[in-house]
């Protein structure tokens, strides 16, 4: 089955820093990327998604690339602001027409003022 | 509109008791997802069903373990006997017809 690995576990930068986030998978038929966003005690909320026919997205402040040859992906948020603290997880479908997610671990960011 | 609700949101039971934790989706939406998440870690996956079909369960860790979405709308995920290790957060996420899932607040199972 699919297995995504995410680094750094934790990540701390000053507020209008850059922070990246960067994950892996193993099955190259994953075709989904998802990014989540959990804030403490909340549920995971979708920020950002990539498929696999397009290598890169940008909405606002948050962009995601994709290298499938390489099989990996990546979060980058700019001009980060204390809001943006909350643990963030990546994901990948199986493929195979499976729409189940794997995550990762997931990230703790903490932004400093 | 409204999101995903899962209810009870709180639930402790003793061991050996069946609990039922419920899951209703987005209005519409085809897929529906229960997943399980650790503190401090992704969720993981459960069971899925795409109307009131199930379509892959292969992520219930045993067959205590059980799920149903009988009118292609509210889902019940039933553990029977629970065990101390049971205890978690169990959430619940749906999406129009895959990919894009949105998840419910969860349901804390506490399990003494």
């Known amino acids: 089955g699919e297995n995504v690995e995410q680094h750094p576990s934790t990540l701390s930068v000053q507020e209008g820093d850059s922070a990246v986030i960067k994950c892996t998978y193993s099955d190259s038929a994953s075709n989904y990327f998802p990014w989540y966003k959990q804030e403490l005690g909340k549920r995971p909320q979708l920020i950002i998604d990539?498929?696999?026919?397009?290598g890169e997205k940008k909405d606002q402040r948050i962009a995601v690339t994709l290298n499938k040859t390489a099989k990996h992906f990546s979060l980058h948020i700019t001009e980060t602001q204390p809001e943006d603290s909350a643990v963030y997880f990546c994901?990948?479908?199986?493929?195979?027409?499976?729409?189940?997610?794997?995550f990762g671990k997931g990230t703790m960011l903490l932004v400093s003022p | 509109g409204a999101g995903v609700s899962q209810s009870p949101r709180y639930k402790v039971t003793k061991r050996g008791q069946d609990v039922a934790l419920r899951c209703d989706p987005i209005?519409?939406?085809?897929?529906l997802y229960w997943y399980r998440q650790a503190l401090g870690q992704g969720p993981e996956f459960l069971t899925y069903f795409n109307y009131e079909a199930q379509q892959d369960k292969s992520g219930l860790p045993n067959d205590r373990f059980s799920a149903e979405r009988p009118e292609g709308s509210i889902s019940t995920l039933t553990i029977q006997r629970t065990e101390q290790r049971d205890s978690a957060m169990y959430r619940c996420?749906?999406?129009?017809?895959?990919?894009?899932?949105?998840f419910g607040p969860g349901t804390r199972l506490t399990v003494l």
């Open positions: 994901a990948a479908t199986p493929g195979s027409g499976y729409s189940t997610l794997t």
């Open positions: 209005s519409g939406h085809v897929s």
């Open positions: 996420a749906s999406s129009p017809m895959g990919e894009e899932q949105f």
């Open positions: 990539i498929r696999s026919n397009v």
